[in-house]
């Protein structure tokens, strides 16, 4: 049997043989292109061949990447882990992509045909061998979001415009991933992260208010429409309040008990079961098709500008979800991740996921948790989980008459896991600052509803901004030392910092006249530009014409070369 984290293509034989030509680096990354190591190094058969030159004959670094991916598709037989893992977590995917598609304004068949494609998919190229990919809640809020306002929920169009902005969020994945700008992932600070998270947390939440008390609104913000079924009491209807609120008990008591036991199952058996007998007459999914997905290419293509930065936005921010449960996971086996090759494996899969129909994918963390907790040892697991719910779906009539009140309580469980109090708090006793990136971040979401990746972006923005105050800082430690006048500046002094260490320096000058000589301390600086550089210079010219000597001690490393051209003799 494989060891935990080998992948599922791409990796060593099992019972511990040494790896394939090209196949898996010890740990279970795949080593030859897409798997290698993120500095671009040569691996075995994908780079430069041993002994001789560019095995592409200078092609290209985005073929040889692509070739290296590619290569990681030789398969490699599915455990016994794989096969249980797999099954496990469909039988969780099921009712959860019904439930997201709702969320995310599809038709559910939609959300299932998402959930077939996009775990096969996924499972061809990818560094982890626990992500379980397909319809998650923050994606599906991303969705809805970006196509609201350009289309009707619930729509045949809504359901067309969500396919192409599918495709549209696998193309820039697969692109960052062959470019090999898998660091993305890092770069949305994390306050700007838990803000938005706990935000679209709550508009998740507000969004299944109205399933949860069987009543409707038409309004677009999830926000608004939680506000407008509420002050309506004499609209609700008891039996889907009660079935919603036992829906969530079930799974999340259920949870205490087994982590593996399909509560959301066992949750969707009991209310399409008591819909189905008549028991109580609530809102009911409705019709849903039953059949396999058609691939088509038959998209509103003219909607490619309208959804471009949302695509985008969805591509980097969704992958922050499956970047966590990936760089967690192996960390605990204390293997490898590529970011690169994560991408791409999540391009795929949300390519396929358009290609049937189906809506943008990213990777769960429930789903994945149980994927590994169940045993699987390989990306076989997701391919597993995919063709289970493909098998289910000419059968998936049977459910129109389940409640939307069991999806909303699926949905608001889902949800809850997504806010963070204790970093709020965390952020307001060791860093106001972040703590006033995450706090606006966390209303702008909520304000900008349905469009919250505006929330986002504006959270990005401040970010940016509180990081460029905080480098303009710099500490200036200063003391006399007889006729000298020492000077020691701490922190980075670039372009937006130099004004600041200018105004300082002459302040001293001013307030020491008398001092022959000053010595400049520049080992604490721990950036150091050519700005910085024509600061110092001009400071050491007015020491000069005043009379007094100047000194710069301890340049930086990286600094010395440009020093000596810019600053001379000082």
Request: overall charge positive.
């Amino acid at each position: 049997m494989a060891g935990r984290g080998t992948p599922a293509w791409g990796s060593a034989a099992s019972g511990g043989a040494a790896p394939a030509r090209g196949g898996a680096a010890p740990g279970g990354a795949a080593a030859s292109g897409g798997g290698a190591p993120a500095s671009g190094g040569s691996a075995p058969d994908g780079g430069a061949k041993p002994g001789g030159g560019p095995a592409a004959g200078g092609g290209g670094a985005l073929k040889r990447r692509a070739v290296g991916a590619l290569r990681s598709l030789r398969p490699v037989p599915p455990t016994r882990g794989d096969l249980v893992a797999g099954v496990s977590v469909a039988l969780v995917l099921v009712p959860q992509a019904l439930a997201y598609a709702e969320l995310a304004g599809v038709p559910p068949v939609h959300g299932l045909y998402a959930a077939a494609a996009a775990p096969i998919a996924a499972a061809l190229v990818g560094s982890s061998p626990y992500l379980q990919t397909g319809p998650v809640a923050l994606t599906s809020l991303l969705t809805f979001g970006a196509l609201a306002p350009i289309v009707p929920a619930g729509s045949v169009a809504f359901a067309s415009h969500a396919a192409l902005l599918a495709l549209l969020v696998g193309v820039a994945r697969l692109l960052l991933g062959l470019l090999r700008w898998g660091a993305v992932a890092y770069l949305m600070s994390l306050p700007v992260v838990t803000g938005f998270t706990a935000a679209a947390a709550i508009l998740i939440v507000a969004s299944q208010v109205p399933s949860l008390v069987g009543a409707g609104s038409d309004a677009l913000s999830p926000a608004v429409a939680a506000a407008d079924v509420l002050t309506q009491p004499q609209h609700w209807q008891l039996g889907a309040i009660l079935i919603g609120l036992v829906t969530v008990a079930v799974v999340v008591l259920g949870r205490k008990i087994s982590v593996v036991f399909p509560w959301m199952l066992l949750a969707t058996v009991a209310g399409l079961a008591v819909s189905a007998f008549g028991l109580v007459r609530v809102p009911v999914v409705g019709d849903i098709p039953s059949g396999l997905p058609s691939i088509t290419l038959g998209l509103p293509w003219h909607a490619v500008p309208d959804m471009a930065l949302a695509a985008v936005v969805i591509a980097v921010v969704g992958f922050a979800e499956p970047a966590s449960i990936a760089r967690k996971y192996a960390a605990a086996d204390r293997r490898p991740w590529n970011p690169h090759l994560e991408f791409v494996g999540q391009g795929l899969a949300n390519i396929g996921a358009g290609l049937a129909g189906g809506y943008p994918a990213g990777g769960s963390f429930s789903r994945s948790a149980l994927n590994r907790l169940a045993g699987a040892r390989t990306r076989w697991s997701g391919a597993i989980t995919g063709a289970v719910v493909l098998g289910v779906l000419p059968f998936v009539g049977v459910l129109g008459a389940l409640p939307k009140a069991v999806l909303a309580g699926l949905v608001i469980v889902a949800a809850i896991s997504l806010v963070e109090i204790s970093a709020f708090r965390d952020y307001w006793y060791h860093s106001r600052a972040q703590f006033l990136v995450a706090v606006p971040t966390f209303v702008a979401t909520l304000v900008s509803a349905p469009r919250v990746e505006r929330g986002l972006l504006i959270g990005v923005v401040l970010a940016m901004a509180v990081h460029l105050w905080r480098e303009s800082r710099l500490d200036v430690d200063s003391w006399r030392d007889g006729d000298t006048l020492h000077v020691r500046p701490q922190g980075v002094l670039y372009f937006g910092s130099a004004p600041a260490l200018e105004t300082r320096l002459r302040a001293l000058l001013a307030d020491n006249p008398d001092a022959t000589r000053v010595s400049i301390d520049l080992h604490r600086l721990g950036r150091l530009d050519l700005t910085g550089l024509y600061v110092l210079r001009g400071v050491a010219e007015q020491i000069r014409d005043s009379g007094a000597d100047v000194e710069f001690a301890s340049i930086p490393p990286h600094a010395r070369d440009r020093a000596g051209a810019v600053l001379g003799d000082c």
